[in-house]
């Protein structure tokens, strides 16, 4: 019953939902490539289906979200002064943000562009590319964060230790975005395995978002 009710509370926020359709998302093309593959046309054409449906979902559910950055960026700009060895951490976060928000800015333009609310396929197409390119700038600065974090730390207590390890988890996390963000911005990756780091962070960050419904 309580699995039940943390199931209940996860898919209640946005961030559950997101990481819900996201680990769709990417399985969906991992597995459309590898039956493309096996020459299994039909149904790789169905596994590409759900996973652009649901990239377009997951559009929709970062509506507003701009809104929470902007005031964690005041936020984290209030309290930079006050931090003493890891005042580059908090820069790299506050950098890491500012260009999370700008790629929900250039995601939203994309969206109205699929939707043909705006009917411009070129700049549909730039806004597809400039989304890939400020998230390579999200997932690298977010990789900095964490291994910073982790050079910084000197308390080696049982509960640092922990923190330490989710920290690496999270970085793990990053890196597999990072590697997707750079291959979709260059098309040096195969889609394949785009779709399989994807859903590797996609599912450390499902695990995530269960470890804090309570």
Known sequence: MQKFQKIVILLSKTSGRDKSCRI???FGKYLAEQLKELKQDDASQR??????NMSMTR?????GRTIGIILTIIKQLQTINNQKNDKSIMASKILMNL???????VDHVHWLCKVQVIQDKNLESRADYYSDFLW????????IAS??????SKEKDEQEKKRLLQVKIDLFRAFMDLLCAYGFTTGKIPQKWIGFMGTLSSLIGLKQQWDLAV
Not at 99 to 105: A, K, N
């Open 99 to 105: 260009s999370c928000f700008l790629y929900f800015i």
């Open 147 to 152: 291994i910073l974090d982790i050079l910084y």
């Open 47 to 52: 596994c590409k289906a759900l996973s652009s």
């Open 136 to 143: 390579c700038f999200e997932a690298f600065f977010d990789c």
């Open 59 to 63: 559009k929709v559910l970062r509506f």
């Open 24 to 26: 769709l998302q990417y």
